[in-house]
């Protein structure tokens, strides 16, 4: 299908929907060092601008528009959220643009925390917003972990059916591949993932193998905690503890931080994609993107409803 992509990123979406087979039209970010990230790994038909100062009416057509619009308002790691943070209108554009193309699906993700947000009342809100515009959608709770990535992530995924595609629901959530129970097959740990990296302080070859300074101390919240080598990382974050930075997860060794290239293999970027920016901003663009190998399995299903439904 093709695929205009807002709130792109680094592409982890766009880059698993791509290797579907998909073809993405168009796409914007508004961070520099995210759109030098994707010109130089995915293509150059991203815009860098302000979605705020787009034309959406100029956006391409295409049968999809995928975005993970912000999340930082939504997020659960942030205790100050709340159901007026401006941060939470940027799903408005997203809405906007899916009114005037009409495209027959959409995909937007999000944090976990949308379910909740204002007891339950934003997420509803923001479907029957889309109603309005003329889709069905249904909201999934994944966790990535069940689908092969080596990390505990849980994502919303609203998957939006223009109306007159008919009533039932026609793109279907991957089967899971993984489960934490060993079923159908065992999580896979973040050891399995990584371990086959090079200590960084050493002469290698690999791109981006370098971590930051910022020294492990376990305390008990999020990006403090010991990691255990036999489980599947937790969740790669974008953003630290409400000091500005980021915060990467420790290494299982307990010596240092995992390295931008370690968080993006957990995140399942190939190893010969190359971040750009300072470290602060690699990791920043590798913690907010949509697993590549779980956007793929996206992006096989965006292929069969395109020879199903649409005929194509
Ligand atoms: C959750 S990330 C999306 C990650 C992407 N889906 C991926 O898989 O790599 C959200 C993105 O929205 C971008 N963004 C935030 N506000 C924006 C705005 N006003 N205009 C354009 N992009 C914006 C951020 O720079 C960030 O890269």
Redesign the pocket.
């Known amino acids: 299908m093709r695929v205009v992509s807002l ?8 880059l698993g929907l791509k290797k579907a087979g998909n073809d993405i039209v168009w796409a ?4 520099r060092d ?1 759109v030098a990230t994707y010109r130089k790994n995915i293509g150059h038909h991203i815009a860098h ?4 100062d787009v034309d959406l009416n100029d956006i391409p057509s295409s049968e999809v528009i995928v ?5 930082q308002g939504f997020s659960q790691a942030n205790m100050s959220r709340a159901v007026d943070d401006e941060r939470n209108q ?1 799903y408005k554009f997203f809405l906007q643009a899916v009114k005037i193309k009409q495209p027959p699906f959409f995909i937007a ?1 999000n944090v976990r925390g949308i379910l909740s947000l204002g007891g339950g009342e934003v997420i509803k809100r923001i479907v029957a917003d889309f109603k309005a515009a003329g889709y069905a959608v249904t909201v999934s709770l994944v966790n990535v972990a069940d689908y092969g990535v080596p990390q505990t992530r849980q994502r919303v995924f609203l998957i939006g059916q223009r109306a007159d595609l008919g009533q039932d629901t026609l793109f279907i959530l991957p089967q899971k591949t993984h489960g934490k129970d060993g079923q159908p097959q065992k999580w896979v740990s973040i050891k399995a993932a990584i371990d086959h990296y090079p200590d960084p302080s050493k002469p290698n070859d690999y791109l981006n193998h370098v971590h930051s300074a910022y020294k492990v101390a376990y305390r008990d919240f999020t990006g403090h905690r010991a990691t255990d080598p036999d489980k599947p990382s937790p969740t790669i974050l ?1 953003r630290g503890n409400g000091q500005g930075g980021v915060c990467a997860i420790p290494h299982y060794n307990g010596q240092r931080r995992l390295t931008i290239r370690e968080s993006a293999t957990i995140q399942t970027f190939p190893e010969d994609f190359e971040f750009i920016g300072r470290m602060n901003s690699c990791y920043r663009q590798i913690g ?3 697993p590549v190998s779980f ?1 793929e399995l996206l992006g096989r299903e965006l292929r069969r409803l395109e020879r199903e439904a649409l005929g194509k």
């Open positions: 709130f792109s990123g680094a592409g982890g979406l766009d914007n970010d508004f961070d995210a601008a302000d979605i705020k975005g993970g619009f912000p999340c940027l993700e974008a907010n993107a949509v956007a």
